[in-house]
């Protein structure tokens, strides 16, 4: 058995024979000496012996054995139900058929085997039991492969004219189904419902703009074919099928390079495939880890150094004695963390009279020890050496203050907000602490003050830690917080700070007390109904605080410039406008400053524009009332008065109000006023004719058109190509 490169072995299967109905040209058990597709030999169960390391392009007698072997067994329930209920197939089953009539009442076409039903009644089933055990959907992971599932059974029902959302309306046959054995079904019935509905109405939306697309593909294209990059961008952007595009290209006359497309498809795979593949020597598949036993004893949790012995060093994929460059090494006794959790590896130092060594990572190895990744300061490691070790203890207390943070934030925000939210992912670092979750409802900034409130308050209530090894058998999941998708031991580690409960193995404070100060920093929408939220704590708030208000502040700096320059404009026009340029600026070293910011760069860009808008009125009005400023530069040409002016920003209604009053005030005269706006000329004469051409003006004047053309290069400093 194998499934392309990977654990592959030799296995055994069982076979049910349902008999000579299923064999309609009495092959018998020919079927399955010849592996012949057939529906008559059903396979129940099998066994796969996990020995071998399947490599593409080596024969299978040339495989390399697995450092680790095992035996995968499993038995197909529902090709049980299958044979027990004596169906056609499996989804004729009492798994399957409650789906099956829920999607006839919609479609209103009777199920005989269509594919479509099929693809919908299985996709709808997972989607459920997933969406249910809190994932969600996602542009990335696990998220990403079920967005994929309810697009395709989407798809699916517009293939059977379903032309509106309906997948939702399966959930409830699913959920009574299986309720009986999964009740946490029943419980988030709604809320998967609620997910299922927005996720496909999102997908609607995304497949008119696909359809927009490519009617833009249709309009634009000259050689009616839709290229290979096209049909996958289709695909790929939009979630438009391709074969959806064959058929409207089809309608249009126009044809699909689908071998194009397959080529984009071929590599995107491949950057998939490089994506997933492993840089470091030190995976934990390495056959080398992978036999490693011996015992390296994790005492960070009440240790920051110790005096130890070097076990084992690696280099280049083998163990070595000696080492005078950068390696790896195993410790008996080891006081580094290993980054898990969502926590950073600690850093820090060891030496002996032989070397000196700084920590650069550490790796949590199959069989449970800590690996560390060392570069050598001084001298040679040598492998039996006593040697002192030293986690950097300012930034493990820094980590520490943060990572029980994160626990007292989803514990005030499920207090305040919801029950309902569920951790998605978290960061803590020395620095700043991330805390991605999934959230269904909208969370304002009021109730964010309220959360960093809560977390302050159980800070001064001064907490002691409790941590206990419980077997998970022990856990009550509904008091005790869990990380979904994380894979657990039997026996667990519970961390609880009074009513927060968390399974965790990361490093804590004792006592709240020993954070100080939190403070929220930022929250985002990460889109799909996830939210993040990023904080810091005791001293690193304040220059925390500065970074993430940076943009606010540098975006209230440009528009006080801006202010300021209109008011010395208006200045210059006579004008005297009122403009409050004062700042608040009181400090709490909280998610308060960051609220204020944001509240006042809103105001102050309604202000700064309200501002604008009334200077170029004013100075309309003024212009209108008070024609001196023309009337200075007017010239007498040929016995004509002439006034040939450039203006700036000024409305064409304004314009024109001037040309005519200028012109009731000359008894023969020649008016001409060019306003200049985004490189246009908007030009207004006296016979108020109104014209809105670019720079390169074509045109004629009565007054000579030599004489106009040089008269705008002494008014307008702007290089410019004036032709009459």
Known sequence: WEIGEGPSGPDSEIFYDRGPKYDPEKLGIKLLEKEIENERYIEIWNNVFSQYNAVEGVPRDKYEELPSKNIDTGMGVERMACIMQETETN?????????????EEIVLIKYL???????IA??????????????????????YVLRRLLRRASRMGRKLNISHTFMASLVDVVVDIYKEIYPELEKNRNLVKDLITKEEELFQKTLLQGEKKLEEIFETSKRKKIS??????????????????????EEKGFKVDLEGFHKHMELQKEQARRNRKVDSSMNIQNELLLKYKEKSNFIGYEKLGSKTYIQAIIKNDKFVNKCNTECYIFLNDNPFYAESGGQVCDKGTLKNNSCKLEVLDVIKCPNKQHLLKVKVLEGIIIKGESILTQVDENARKSICNNHSSVHLLQYALRSLISKDISQAGSKVDE?????????????ND??????ENLVNKLIKDKIKRETSLKNISEIDKNEVMALFGEKYHDVVRLVEFNESKELCGGTHVKNTSDIKK???????????????????TNKRIKEELLNFSKP???????LIIKAKSILQEAKNYGLELNFDLSLENEETGSFADVVLLKNHLATLQEDVKALEKEFIKCKNEKSVSDLSSFLDISEDINGITTIISITNGYDISILKQIVSSLSNRLDNGFVLLANVNDDYFFIIKKIFKLFNIPINLKSKFSINGTYIVKKFKELYSSDMNIVF
């Open 431 to 443: 620095f700043t602490l991330r805390f991605d979750f999934n959230y269904f409802g909208k969370i």
């Open 446 to 451: 009021e109730e964010l003050i309220e959360v």
């Open 518 to 536: 939190f403070a929220i920093l930022s929250f985002s929408n990460k889109g799909s109904n996830t939210y993040r939220i990023e904080a810091a």
């Open 552 to 558: 606010y502040n540098d975006e209230i700096v440009k």
């Open 91 to 103: 989804y004729e089953t009492d798994l399957f058929m409650p789906i099956m009539k829920k999607l």
């Open 122 to 143: 299985d996709h709808i089933r997972t989607l459920t039991f997933a969406l249910s055990d809190g994932a969600s959907f996602e542009n990335y992971g696990r998220g």
């Open 228 to 249: 290979g990059e096209d049909a996958f961008k289709l695909y790929d952007t939009y979630g438009y099928p391709i074969e959806l595009t064959q058929e409207c290209a």
């Open 113 to 119: 085997g269509q594919m479509e039903y099929k693809v």
